[in-house]
């Protein structure tokens, strides 16, 4: 079966950092590019940071950029991603996402998600 688990997540001050884990199982981890994508209340979710199944081509949205980091561990089944200089409007529910493209065929997973609050 397949199986995204978020962890890191929780209550951080403002001008804090997280990092949060996806631990995948279920599927080959390695054919698949990775993104996170958050949702907050009320709100569409997003994308937020993307990478590619080699680990290549890092994407970032533009809220994100100069201030996270999205990486991978092929070896550990395992997608990172870094936020640094929190701000209150980074509050949401994390989600992680595997995406595979063969052609005309896509194949997708989601996570459960990790809830990140940025409060004082």
């Known amino acids: 079966q397949v199986q995204l688990v978020e962890s890191g997540g929780g209550l951080v001050q403002p001008g804090g950092s997280l990092r949060l884990s996806c631990a995948a199982s279920?599927?080959?981890?390695?054919?698949?590019?990775m993104s996170w994508y958050r949702q907050a209340p009320g709100k569409e979710r997003e994308l937020v940071a993307s990478?590619?199944?080699?680990?290549?081509?890092?994407n970032y949205a533009d809220s994100m950029k100069g201030r996270s980091t999205i990486s991978r561990d092929n070896a550990k089944n395992t997608v990172y991603l870094q936020i640094n200089s929190l701000k209150p409007e980074d509050t949401a529910v994390y989600y992680c996402?595997?995406?595979?493209?063969?052609?005309?065929?896509?194949?997708?997973?989601w996570g459960q998600g990790t809830q990140v609050t940025v409060s004082s």
């Open positions: 279920g599927f080959t981890f390695s054919n698949y590019a």
């Open positions: 990478i590619t199944s080699t680990g290549g081509s890092p």
């Open positions: 996402n595997a995406q595979r493209t063969v052609l005309t065929w896509r194949d997708t997973y």
